[in-house]
């Protein structure tokens, strides 16, 4: 089967592919496991369904028309000087690592760089640590706690957020299953001058720093020309500004990966696409690809990619959104 999550949690659907031994549609009792970028299936013979974006093509964009055979009798009186060039943008949020999650405009860690991968749940923040440049305690929020923080083991049970009112704290469970508390506030944030730990444990303080996004680069204004030319060019070229290269589109199609809807599809560790044996399964836990997600499910998807070819196992999964 092919699996589709559903997008809440760990709940999937699962599709029959193109083999006849299990012709099951939307299945929902499986599930698609996640632990920080690693994802597995519960269950055999499934796969789990991933695609990324493509890039098409930029229209060609219509041609310079062409120029005036006279020149400007006479200059503007005032030309317009040449525009400040659009200054350095700052660098934008460092890339993800083991210990830092980017989301919503900020790089989130804990105080003293817990790995959020970690699932030993017996790491705890309870002796005084500094407060890292750039860095601050962060309020609650439902949205940031669930992509950042439940998601993921982070080697804890507990992950503190600041209620702004002194050391008064917030504390919510990591993606641990030993302790699975929500809202909990009689646990308090210490501080000492720039300094932070918990009073209890198994416990982290989560803090987090504004990410700088590059500003677009703007146009310039092309600076006018300073004196009109005295007489025109005998044979001024009327040819068109020629169009830019385009960006490269999708990748071809390859024995494990199909191309619909401008998006290029494959599964999570590269099954063939072609492959009759049905007994191929996803069931241990691998890296999601650079720039590829997991798929909603839609019937236009699951007709196109999934069910007119057999992929090497009986069901694919998909996420619902």
Same mark, same amino acid.
């Given at each position: 089967?092919?699996? &589709?999550?559903?997008?809440?949690?760990?709940?999937? +659907?699962?599709?029959?592919?193109? $083999?006849?031994?299990?012709?099951?549609?939307?299945?929902?009792?499986?599930?698609?496991?996640?632990?920080?970028? @690693?994802?597995?299936?519960?269950?055999?013979?499934?796969?789990?369904?991933?695609?990324?974006?493509?890039?098409?093509?930029?229209?060609?964009? *219509?041609?310079?028309? *062409?120029?005036?055979?006279?020149?400007?009798?006479?200059?503007? +009186?005032?030309?317009?000087?040449?525009?400040?060039?659009?200054?350095?943008?700052?660098?934008?949020?460092? *890339?993800?690592?083991?210990?830092?999650?980017?989301?919503?405009?900020? $790089?989130?860690?804990?105080?003293?760089?817990? #790995?959020?991968?970690?699932?030993?749940?017996?790491?705890?923040?309870?002796?005084?640590?500094?407060?890292? *440049?750039?860095?601050?305690?962060?309020? &609650?929020?439902?949205?940031?706690?669930?992509?950042?923080?439940?998601?993921?083991?982070?080697?804890? #049970?507990?992950?503190? &957020?600041?209620?702004?009112?002194? +050391?008064?704290?917030?504390?919510?469970?990591?993606?641990?299953?030993?302790?699975?508390?929500?809202?909990?506030?009689?646990?308090?944030?210490?501080?000492?001058?720039?300094?932070?730990?918990?009073?209890?444990?198994?416990?982290?303080?989560?803090?987090?720093?504004?990410?700088?996004?590059?500003?677009?680069?703007?146009?310039?204004?092309?600076?006018?020309?300073?004196? =009109?030319?005295?007489?025109?060019?005998?044979?001024?070229?009327?040819? =068109?500004?020629?169009?830019?290269?385009?960006?490269?589109?999708?990748?071809? +199609?390859?024995?494990?990966?199909?191309?619909?809807?401008?998006?290029?599809?494959?599964?999570?560790?590269?099954? #063939? $696409?072609?492959?009759?044996?049905?007994?191929?399964?996803?069931?241990?836990?691998?890296?999601?690809?650079?720039?590829?997600?997991?798929?909603? &499910?839609? @019937?236009?998807?699951?007709?196109?990619?999934?069910?007119?070819?057999?992929?090497?196992?009986?069901?694919?999964?998909?996420?619902?959104?």
């Amino acid at each position: 089967g092919m699996m &589709f999550t559903t997008g809440k949690g760990e709940l999937a +659907e699962t599709w029959h592919t193109g $083999q006849t031994q299990w012709m099951g549609v939307g299945k929902k009792s499986w599930r698609i496991n996640r632990l920080g970028n @690693k994802y597995k299936t519960n269950n055999c013979n499934l796969a789990i369904l991933i695609r990324k974006a493509c890039v098409t093509l930029p229209p060609t964009p *219509a041609p310079t028309p *062409a120029p005036t055979a006279e020149p400007t009798p006479q200059p503007s +009186e005032a030309p317009t000087l040449a525009p400040t060039p659009a200054p350095t943008p700052k660098p934008p949020c460092a *890339a993800e690592s083991s210990t830092t999650v980017n989301y919503g405009g900020y $790089q989130y860690r804990t105080l003293t760089g817990l #790995h959020q991968d970690d699932t030993s749940p017996n790491k705890c923040e309870n002796s005084y640590a500094p407060m890292p *440049a750039g860095y601050s305690l962060v309020p &609650f929020s439902k949205a940031v706690w669930t992509n950042v923080v439940k998601n993921r083991p982070w080697g804890t #049970h507990g992950m503190m &957020f600041t209620t702004g009112k002194g +050391e008064l704290a917030e504390t919510w469970h990591t993606g641990q299953t030993q302790w699975m508390g929500v809202g909990k506030k009689s646990w308090r944030i210490n501080r000492l001058g720039n300094k932070y730990k918990t009073n209890n444990c198994n416990l982290a303080i989560l803090i987090r720093k504004a990410c700088v996004t590059l500003p677009p680069t703007p146009a310039p204004t092309p600076a006018p020309t300073a004196e =009109p030319t005295p007489q025109p060019s005998e044979a001024p070229t009327l040819a =068109p500004t020629p169009a830019p290269t385009p960006k490269p589109p999708c990748a071809a +199609e390859s024995s494990t990966t199909v191309n619909y809807g401008g998006y290029q599809y494959r599964t999570l560790t590269g099954l #063939h $696409q072609d492959d009759t044996s049905p007994n191929k399964c996803e069931n241990s836990y691998a890296p999601m690809p650079a720039g590829y997600s997991l798929v909603p &499910f839609s @019937k236009a998807v699951w007709t196109n990619v999934v069910k007119n070819r057999p992929w090497g196992t009986h069901g694919m999964m998909f996420t619902t959104g």
